[in-house]
């Protein structure tokens, strides 16, 4: 993007940026990140191979143990995973847009935007914007994959709810590795930073295996854990069950993510040294 592109009132640097310039920012950005990863194919192999590297293996591996005290074998547990699985999607591609964020840094990107007359938000909202893309594109290929190892789809409204309440809370979460991104000193350290944040939430959760045999203290981590309740809110809206729960905690953590952490980015972005 250069200065060409913007309109000539966005080019003074003092001036207010209008909503108006800040949407035709973020649309330049979305642009710019789009044609970089046409340049760079190789990023999509994590929005692509992930979903089908983690159904294969938990379906296979863990399907007919956890099947059976489900009560229905591997397919009762293809009906309770993919639902799960698909929380998980905007975690990963989350940690990506960090570690992607903090390579921009490294290189020099984020110093010519800085340079340029241009709403600092418009830079962060781009790469939300494309990571949102990506995490539509790797849960496209998990219903894909879903379906090739049985499981059924029986309410498509609710898939797409779904997939709305995943990537509402993905890009919440978005924003505290966008943070992370920028006070990190390399992308290894996001990265590091991110597995040792998730790890325990991920696993914590509800979305490989039922909660009932976790002892008590855990259960009770698993009521709150935004994974966990975000797993079985999809569940409940693609294969029935309870939803309520796990859609308020879900939109609760989301908006205090967001509502905390965008200042924080933005402020951090903006005052980078």
Partial sequence: MSAATLHPADLKADAPISLRAHLRHTG????????????????MFDAILFPVIFTLLFVYVFGGSIGQSLGGGQQAYVQYVVPGLMAMMGMNMAQGVGTGFNTDFNSGVMDRFRSLPIGRGSVL?????????RML????VLMIVGVLVGFDITNWPGLFASVGLSAVFGSALMWVFLTLGVIMKSAQSVQAMGFLVLMPLQ??????????????????FTDYNPLSSLADAARGLMVGGPVAHGLWVTLGWSVALTVVMAPIAIHKFRTKS
């Avoid at 909202?125 to 893309?133: C, D, G, P, Y």
């Avoid at 696993?203 to 009770?220: D, E, H, K, R, V």
Wanted: no cysteine; hydrophobic share 50%.
């Fill in 28 to 43: 330049a950005l979305i642009r710019r990140n789009l044609l970089w990863i046409r340049q760079d194919p190789e990023s």
């Fill in 203 to 220: 696993f914590g959760s509800s979305i490989f295996a039922p909660t009932q045999s976790m002892p008590g203290w855990l259960q009770n």
């Fill in 137 to 140: 594109i790797a849960t496209a």
């Fill in 125 to 133: 909202f781009a790469k939300i914007a494309v990571e949102l893309m």
